[in-house]
């Protein structure tokens, strides 16, 4: 899938399901993996996340909205969520988060970062984004890059 150029959403829960499985091979080769979320206001951004969050075995995911960033604890990594639209990355934090250990770095509205926010992962992290496109019937496609 994170090889597919775009996907058209049927069903979340295989797609994220599918995904969820891919994610979990990367960290056999990276430390960190990072996916970067594309898309419009109402998209569907943090829905994708809470079921992917859900397929990794992580319940009760909610929107980082107001505060900026949530953490969780799986098994294998800890996953930071960020939502960028009204906040930034504290790279201070981030840096000693990421030197901790395994990460899942997910970010909403990753328009907003600089290219020196993304220096900040460095080159053995693996970087993922994503676009969500929301098509004139109101489902969604899925733009892996």
């Not at 959403?9 to 994610?23: K, R, V, W, Y």
């Not at 009760?60 to 953490?71: K, M, Q, R, V």
């Not at 906040?87 to 990753?110: C, F, K, M, P, Q």
Request: hydrophobic fraction near 45%.
């Amino acid at each position: 899938m994170i090889n597919k150029d775009s996907i058209f959403l049927e069903s979340l829960a295989d797609l994220t399901g599918e995904f969820a499985n891919e994610i979990l091979e990367l960290f056999e080769d990276h430390k960190t993996v990072v996916i970067l979320f594309f898309a419009e206001m109402g998209s569907g951004k943090t829905t994708f996340i809470r079921s992917l969050a859900k397929a990794l075995g992580i319940d009760g995911l909610t929107s980082p909205s107001f505060i900026g960033l949530n953490e969780y604890e799986h098994q294998e990594f800890k996953i930071m969520h960020y939502d960028l639209y009204q906040h930034n990355i504290d790279n201070e934090y981030l840096i000693d988060r990421l030197a901790t250990g395994n990460s899942l770095v997910l970010l909403e509205w990753a328009e907003k970062l600089s290219s020196e926010d993304l220096f900040i992962f460095g080159a053995s992290a693996r970087l993922i984004k994503i676009e969500i496109r929301v098509n004139h019937d109101d489902s969604r496609s899925f733009v892996f890059c």
